[in-house]
């Protein structure tokens, strides 16, 4: 089946530790988000590639990074992960130009922690 | 002020109870709304669209009222698998398919 696989599940890191989730697609959708989500608080957009076009919100600290180096796969890094970037991190794409409700798609996310 | 925010909940409801959820946006230039459902630490999953004349899935009915700003989302007959968090969800005019989030509203259904 299509579908939005993010890995690992579960990333324990250490303080200041450069770590890298990984988000994979089988959908061939143009468009990767990267949302993060911390406890009991709304998913908050970081970035997302529009094909080969990154997009950074405003407020997304410099620590986070992300690449996309085809169509299928796109990286988050976390340069020095402090311990309040502890989160979900959710990969979801879509294709753009069509009926987004349809086709917007979340992997499973990566559940990280920082100690 | 948050571009979309919710009943901070939660609610906590018998089986068969009607419940409802509301939820505004600040941003006039959104095209789009949706409800998602996220079930403890899963991924969020859409339980529907919300359209301008009102739309209705089973026991699920949501409304938008864009001269208000507001949307809502009304479960008749609760269910105890109806248990999770409901998340109000926005479209930006113009973006690229960002959806911008709301906070959630916990919902316990108990029998």
């Known amino acids: 089946d299509a579908m939005v696989i993010q890995n690992p599940r579960y990333q324990v890191t250490q303080f200041g530790k450069p770590v890298t989730l990984s988000c994979s697609q089988t959908l061939n959708h143009n468009v990767m988000y990267w949302y993060q989500q911390k406890s009991s608080q709304a998913p908050k957009l970081l970035f997302h590639y529009y094909d080969k076009d990154f997009n950074n919100e405003a407020d997304t600290p410099d620590n986070f990074q992300s690449r996309r180096p085809n169509t299928s796969f796109c990286f988050l890094d976390i340069r020095s992960p402090g311990l309040g970037d502890t989160a979900m991190y959710l990969c979801?794409?879509?294709?753009?130009?069509?009926?987004?409700?349809?086709?917007?798609?979340f992997g499973s996310g990566t559940r990280l922690t920082v100690v | 002020r948050k571009e979309v925010e919710q009943d901070p909940g939660p609610f906590n409801v018998p089986e068969g109870a009607t419940v409802a959820f509301n939820c505004t946006y600040s941003?006039?230039?959104?095209?789009?709304f949706f409800w998602y459902r996220q079930d403890c630490r899963k991924e969020p999953k859409l339980l529907m669209s919300?359209?301008?004349s009102g739309n209705e899935d089973g026991r699920f009915t949501a409304q938008l009222n864009r001269a208000s700003q507001y949307i809502s989302l009304l479960i008749r007959d609760s269910k105890l698998s109806d248990s999770a968090t409901y998340l109000c969800v926005v479209r930006r005019r113009g973006s690229q398919g960002n959806l911008i989030f709301g906070k959630g509203t916990k919902l316990s259904v108990k029998p």
């Open positions: 979801a794409t879509s294709r753009v130009g069509s009926s987004t409700e349809l086709n917007y798609t």
């Open positions: 941003n006039s230039a959104s095209q789009s």
């Open positions: 919300v359209y301008s």
